[in-house]
């Protein structure tokens, strides 16, 4: 028990120290470097990357280059073909103009030996000449070479007669054609005088003489 003047002393506001538990220790995760094998693999992937990246690269300039070649290899191949197209097509207009001279040559020698075996293919000629004439005005001559001149009369003497035509005979007319005069109109229906202007409408110089 304390007496009125017992000392009284103040305790201390000082904390007691209170014992701290130790820090729980941190949850750092554990490290594991890569070994030997795994680096390998990581430097071979890299480089097949790198590879793939650069073949990819080199395969799209690869391509280009080659689509220009091939354009260019294109245009050259249509360019020989218009060229030849165009050659083809003078060779087939020679083939063609040889094939028509050679025809007409043929045709020439074929009708030559056939008005000396069938003489009496005058008569259709000399009636194509009568006809050609628009209107008959007299006086109306036929002119024929004298062996056709016998022919035609026996033929057709009758008709010619009625029709008002004189036939003449002239030696200077050959086989096969004739010569027609009347007033208004002269037909020259002479074999050599019709070959040659066939000949020439098919744009040959194939004469019936040569």
Same mark, same amino acid.
């Given at each position: 028990?304390?007496?009125?003047?017992?000392?009284?002393?103040?305790?201390?506001?000082?904390?007691? !120290?209170?014992?701290?538990?130790? !820090?729980? @220790?941190?949850?750092?995760?554990?490290? +594991?470097?890569?070994?030997?094998?795994?680096?390998?693999?990581?430097?071979?992937?890299?480089?097949?990357?790198?590879?793939?990246?650069?073949?990819?690269?080199?395969?799209?300039? #690869?391509?280009? $280059?080659?689509?220009?070649?091939?354009?260019?290899?294109?245009?050259?191949?249509? *360019?020989?073909? /218009? =060229?030849?197209?165009?050659?083809? *097509?003078? #060779?087939?207009?020679?083939?063609?103009?040889? /094939?028509?001279?050679?025809?007409?040559?043929?045709?020439?020698?074929?009708?030559? =030996?056939?008005?000396?075996?069938?003489?009496?293919?005058?008569? @259709? $000629?000399?009636?194509?000449?009568?006809?050609?004439? @628009? $209107?008959?005005?007299? @006086?109306?001559?036929?002119?024929?070479?004298?062996?056709? #001149? +016998?022919?035609?009369?026996?033929?057709?003497?009758?008709?010619?007669?009625?029709? %008002?035509?004189? $036939?003449?005979?002239? #030696?200077?007319?050959?086989?096969? %054609?004739?010569?027609?005069? =009347?007033?208004?109109?002269?037909?020259?229906?002479? /074999?050599?005088?019709?070959?040659?202007?066939?000949?020439? *409408?098919? %744009?040959?110089?194939?004469?019936?003489?040569?």
């Amino acid at each position: 028990m304390q007496t009125a003047y017992q000392r009284w002393e103040m305790n201390s506001f000082d904390p007691r !120290p209170v014992p701290t538990a130790a !820090p729980a @220790p941190l949850d750092v995760p554990a490290i +594991s470097l890569p070994t030997v094998d795994e680096l390998n693999a990581i430097r071979e992937q890299a480089r097949t990357e790198g590879y793939d990246e650069g073949h990819a690269a080199g395969y799209a300039d #690869a391509l280009a $280059v080659g689509r220009a070649e091939a354009a260019a290899q294109l245009e050259h191949l249509q *360019s020989i073909a /218009v =060229t030849f197209g165009n050659a083809l *097509s003078q #060779a087939d207009e020679n083939i063609a103009g040889d /094939v028509l001279e050679l025809a007409l040559h043929l045709a020439r020698n074929m009708m030559r =030996t056939a008005l000396q075996v069938k003489p009496e293919l005058v008569i @259709p $000629v000399v009636r194509e000449a009568i006809e050609y004439l @628009p $209107v008959l005005q007299q @006086p109306a001559i036929l002119m024929l070479n004298p062996e056709d #001149a +016998s022919i035609v009369r026996d033929a057709i003497g009758e008709e010619l007669d009625k029709g %008002g035509w004189r $036939v003449i005979e002239d #030696a200077r007319i050959a086989r096969g %054609g004739c010569k027609i005069d =009347t007033a208004s109109n002269q037909i020259d229906a002479q /074999v050599a005088s019709r070959w040659n202007r066939l000949s020439h *409408s098919l %744009g040959k110089n194939v004469e019936w003489l040569d």
